[in-house]
């Protein structure tokens, strides 16, 4: 069957000829059904994420690529128990934003888009510059005016127009959906071609196990794009036959915004009454994620969860993985936190396998390190 985009609550499909961001009611898109690959269809000579290209919805003739994917997986013993840590940071703009742009842009371009508009609290934001640039294309970025300078300063870098909204950073993505009518939103949040990017996690963490499926992978949850990434791949891999079960995936997010944790938890389908403060991971902090009912349908469709952190944990996380020599924004150690909760409560046993994505390098949030070390810059 030829892939086409689908409206998940409409049942609405459309051709892949046309470029889209939404559906005909405003509605995220996601993609049809895709069979999914086995092992031997691995381009074995390629060293980035494109060696799953036979798992990719478009042939895309001439690929923007960075040699992103492929990144390390690394064993600590942590609280008692052996952890495996994907360090999705070794990366060209150093995050896992980078499978999401590769793919996304390398299928716009093919479609004819030439200026993309995005919208990011950072990491996304960096990942589609760069990759515009990469791919000969120019970009427009909107950013909280708090984002920290080393995200914007890397997409003005790369050739970006970047332009600082006042507010939060729904205030932003608002900014930017208004924008859309005059230049093509290729959102990280919005855009299906994202979610095929990030569903390579998947295929890479099965190829790096042996050709098996983790029992866990525990990820910081913003809008879910890595969430969904992992649920798409595995329901791939289980369609084609090339794994026999699912691993469980566990969402974390702060207490200061996490309403997707705190809809799961709450056992809904829909957005709960939930605190939205300021938070030191501010790279989830999405107040209206938009794929939120999808988001808890993978969590479930999987036996995984949910887990709201504290500020505290967040911040003790961030400087434990940093005094074993992980260097990671406050944002990612948000799985080593996860990951000591699950264990304390039963959820996670020590002898399963359990992956923890580390999504940013702790380089692009250096104010924030410093403010949890005391240090004056």
């Known amino acids: 069957m030829t892939p086409a985009y689908l409206d998940p609550r409409s049942g609405e499909t459309f051709a892949l000829d046309q470029p889209r961001w939404c559906g005909s009611n405003h509605a995220p898109l996601f993609l049809t059904?895709?069979?999914?690959?086995?092992r031997?269809?691995?381009?074995?000579?390629?060293?980035?994420?494109?060696?799953?290209?036979?798992?990719?919805?478009?042939?895309?003739?001439?690929?923007?690529?960075?040699?992103?994917?492929?990144t390390p997986l690394v064993p600590r013993s942590l609280h008692g128990a052996t952890a495996l840590l994907k360090l999705e940071w070794f990366m060209p703009t150093g995050s896992f934003k980078d499978r999401g742009a590769s793919v996304m842009l390398s299928f716009l371009r093919q479609q004819g888009i030439s200026h993309v508009l995005e919208d990011s609290s950072g990491n996304g934001g960096a990942a589609v510059a760069a990759y515009a640039a990469a791919g000969g294309m120019t970009a427009t970025i909107m950013a909280p005016d708090s984002t920290s300078?080393?995200?914007?300063?890397?997409?003005?870098?790369?050739?970006?127009?970047?332009?600082?909204?006042p507010g939060n950073?729904?205030?932003?993505?608002?900014?930017?959906?208004?924008?859309?009518?005059?230049?093509?939103?290729?959102?990280?949040?919005?855009?299906?071609?994202?979610?095929?990017?990030?569903?390579?996690?998947?295929?890479?963490?099965?190829?790096?196990?042996?050709?098996?499926?983790?029992?866990?992978?525990?990820?910081?949850?913003?809008?879910?794009?890595?969430?969904?990434?992992?649920?798409?791949?595995?329901?791939?891999?289980?369609?084609?036959?090339?794994?026999?079960?699912?691993?469980?995936?566990?969402?974390?997010?702060?207490?200061?915004?996490?309403?997707?944790?705190?809809?799961?938890?709450?056992?809904?389908?829909?957005?709960?009454?939930?605190?939205?403060?300021?938070t030191i991971a501010e790279g989830t902090a999405i107040a209206q994620p938009i794929r939120l009912p999808e988001v808890i349908a993978a969590l479930r469709r999987s036996r995984g969860g949910a887990v709201l952190l504290t500020e505290a944990e967040i911040a003790a996380s961030a400087l434990s993985l940093a005094r074993a020599g992980i260097h990671v924004e406050p944002t990612s150690a948000q799985a080593e936190a996860a990951f000591r909760r699950l264990l304390e409560t039963g959820?996670?046993?020590?002898?399963?396998?359990?992956?923890?994505?580390?999504?940013?390098?702790?380089?692009?949030?250096?104010?924030?390190?410093?403010?949890?070390?005391g240090i004056e810059l």
């Not at 300078?149 to 909204?165: Q, S, W």
């Not at 959820?347 to 949890?372: D, N, Q």
Request: neutral net charge; contains cysteine.
């Open 347 to 373: 959820a996670i046993k020590p002898g399963e396998t359990t992956v923890l994505v580390l999504t940013g390098t702790g380089l692009k949030a250096t104010p924030r390190i410093a403010e949890l070390l």
């Open 33 to 38: 059904d895709l069979p999914g690959m086995r």
């Open 169 to 278: 950073r729904q205030a932003t993505s608002d900014a930017a959906e208004a924008r859309a009518a005059t230049t093509f939103y290729a959102s990280h949040n919005w855009h299906p071609f994202f979610l095929h990017g990030t569903k390579t996690l998947a295929y890479e963490l099965w190829e790096d196990l042996g050709f098996q499926a983790p029992d866990n992978i525990i990820i910081p949850c913003g809008a879910g794009s890595n969430v969904l990434g992992c649920d798409i791949g595995f329901s791939e891999l289980l369609r084609a036959g090339a794994i026999t079960r699912l691993p469980r995936l566990f969402a974390a997010q702060p207490e200061n915004c996490g309403p997707i944790a705190a809809s799961f938890i709450a056992g809904q389908d829909h957005r709960v009454a939930t605190p939205i403060l300021p």
């Open 149 to 165: 300078p080393a995200k914007t300063v890397a997409m003005r870098a790369a050739g970006a127009t970047v332009e600082l909204i």
């Open 40 to 70: 031997d269809a691995i381009d074995t000579a390629t060293r980035s994420l494109w060696r799953y290209r036979a798992a990719l919805p478009m042939r895309a003739a001439e690929p923007i690529t960075m040699g992103e994917g492929c």
